[in-house]
Structure formats: C-alpha cells, structure tokens
C-alpha cells in the first residue's frame, strides 16, 4: 500500500491564486520529498523536508511537516499556469532500505 | 551537467516477448532506482542498484530484473511480457550510500513501455 495519501486529488486554481496539497503517512520517516511531473514525463525534485524540521521555503513553495499528525503539507503561492502538473509526495522510511514510497498524487490544473 | 538519460523513450512489444530498458545516471552517482508508473497506480518501487549490486527490491515478480555495469549505468529487463506491464518506467539515481540516509533521487524522463 502506498505509504503517502495525497489531498486533494485535483485540484482547479486561476492564475494568481495559491495552491495547497496536503500529504499524510502511516510511519515514521527519515525524510520527505515533494516532486512534479509534467504530462506523464520524468519526475522533478522540489524540496525535501527532514524529520526534524517543521517548514521550509524555496522560492514560491513553502513545505510544512508535522510528525505529531505525520503529515505533510506543499503551498505554492501566486500560482502560474506553468505550474500546471501533478505533485507527489515520497516518503523515506526508517528501514535503512533505500527506497522513497511515492503518494497517489495531486493533479495540478492553474488557468490563465 | 547531464541530467539522468532513460533509452527508447517509447517500446511497443507484444506478450511474451522481453523488453531492456537502460539508464545512466547522473554524474559521480552510483546508486541508480527503477519504478514503475502504470496508469493510475501512482509510482511503484522496483529495484535499488548501487555500486554494482542489487540492493533492494520492490513487491515485483522475478520477471522483472536488471542489473547495473562499473559505469554505473543499469538495464531494467522484464521477461515474459504481460499486458498489465505496460507503464511508464522511470530510472533515477542518486550519489551512493555509503551508510547515509537516503539522499535526494533525480529522476529521468522514463520509457514508456506499451505491450500488446
């Protein structure tokens, strides 16, 4: 089963506005990592966020994670139609196994 | 700098034939990991390869095999094709372990393996 569970599935915005898609889990993690991937391509890594942190920012994203609640949340602000795409979630265990289990995904729609 | 290479972008096969699917990876990296992203099943882990040997394994059959060369390159290898195979395989790498927690995975473009 798939250790991150994304929400919203899809999400609609309009240019401008920003977006939040929230991503819980079952166990405990090393870390965890948000990356986009276009139209079924390749996959881009956004941002990793450590255990032991609470937020992080990298230009217009900014990540929380809340080990309590284990989830983990993505905002991208002033979205832009490029930023059309689906996000996922990935999960590093404590099983030494080095392996990122992915969520199901947000699907991304911004219009212009 | 070159990003992770996956090669053919797009394979048409038919049941019961084999497909070989290759990756370099970025670099100075020597870890190399293969999922696969079949429609609607989100990305499904299939096998960790660093420094030449198989590390870990995803929940696959043994059909699915691969291996990884001193180049650090790896071929993915499914046997005795199905039609539940066709996906997109995606390749990435990362620098080695060497005991550290697992570090940032980047990722190729992926093969899309359509069997018929």
């Known amino acids: 089963s798939q250790q991150g569970e994304e929400d919203p599935q899809a999400l609609s915005i309009q240019e401008g506005e920003n977006a939040t898609m929230n991503c819980s889990y079952k166990?405990?993690?090393?870390?965890l990592q948000w990356y986009r991937q276009n139209s079924g391509r390749g996959l881009v890594h956004l941002i990793l966020?450590?255990?032991?942190?609470r937020e992080k920012h990298s230009g217009r994203l900014r990540v929380t994670l809340d080990t309590s609640k284990k989830s983990s949340s993505l905002l991208i602000t002033a979205s832009r139609a490029a930023d059309t795409a689906s996000y996922f979630c990935?999960?590093?265990?404590?099983?030494?196994?080095?392996?990122?289990?992915f969520g199901t995904g947000t699907r991304l729609l911004v219009s212009p | 700098e070159a990003g992770v290479t996956q090669s053919p972008t797009h394979l048409i096969k038919t049941r019961g034939q084999q497909a070989t699917l290759r990756c370099s990876p970025i670099?100075?990296?020597?870890?190399v990991y293969w999922y696969q992203q079949a429609l609607g099943l989100g990305l499904q882990f299939l096998l960790w390869?660093?420094?030449?040997?198989?590390?870990n394994r995803g929940n696959f059959p043994p059909r699915f095999s691969g291996r990884q060369f001193p180049n650090y390159s790896s071929e993915l290898n499914v046997n005795a094709l199905e039609l539940e195979d066709s996906a997109l395989y995606l390749c990435?790498?990362?620098?080695?372990?060497?005991?550290?927690?697992?570090?940032?995975?980047?990722f190729g473009p992926g093969t899309r393996l359509l069997v018929l």
């Open positions: 990435a790498s990362s620098l080695g372990t060497s005991g550290r927690i697992q570090e940032t995975q980047y």
């Open positions: 166990t405990s993690i090393n870390n």
């Open positions: 390869y660093d420094e030449g040997e198989e590390r």
């Open positions: 966020i450590r255990s032991n942190e």
């Open positions: 990935a999960c590093s265990m404590n099983t030494g196994f080095q392996k990122l289990v």
């Open positions: 670099s100075g990296h020597t870890s």
